[in-house]
């Protein structure tokens, strides 16, 4: 089915396609990247995007489709955007991560260190500590202790920014089931 065809479906075909869109897509993930086979592959607990990038080399995927299956595999609570000229495309979260308030189809937030960034595609910046008001509203921020950064810049404007988030140990215990997507 070619772009045009999809767009003249209407609503309820298009989510129904959508959905088994979704559904092959996970399959082939748990296929190309079994995650018992992913997490032995994880040479580090700490996330970093290098460790994304050397993992999609390692079982031969996009870097994106890493980054959807990291995020579900990682024991920390991380998630990744992926960013068009500072723009959130899509965004992938583990379990553990708070409501993430950034919504896809908006600007990174400006106090984001991907918000003006001047990276060489192919480069990545450190991972650097960051306000959890970034990307979190005012109550799930409260209950980080620490979140940090690390932007990895890719061609044509795309980028992939990983937040990595501590909860505290208090708030941890208490914190209720975040919603997932």
Known sequence: ????DFHRLDVPKQDRRRRMEAEANRFAAALLMPAAKLRAAMRTSAPDL???????REFDVSKEA????????????????????GRIQRIYRGEDVPWITSQPNRNVPTTSLASGHRLQPGNSSEILECDPDVCFGDRDARRIEMATEQLLAQGNGFSMLLIHVELGDEEEADAPNWPRR
């Open 1 to 4: 089915m070619f772009l045009d």
């Open 50 to 56: 290098h460790q994304i990038v050397r993992l999609a």
């Open 66 to 85: 890493m980054a959807r299956t990291y995020v579900e595999a990682q024991r920390e609570p991380v998630a990744v955007l992926i960013l068009h000229h």
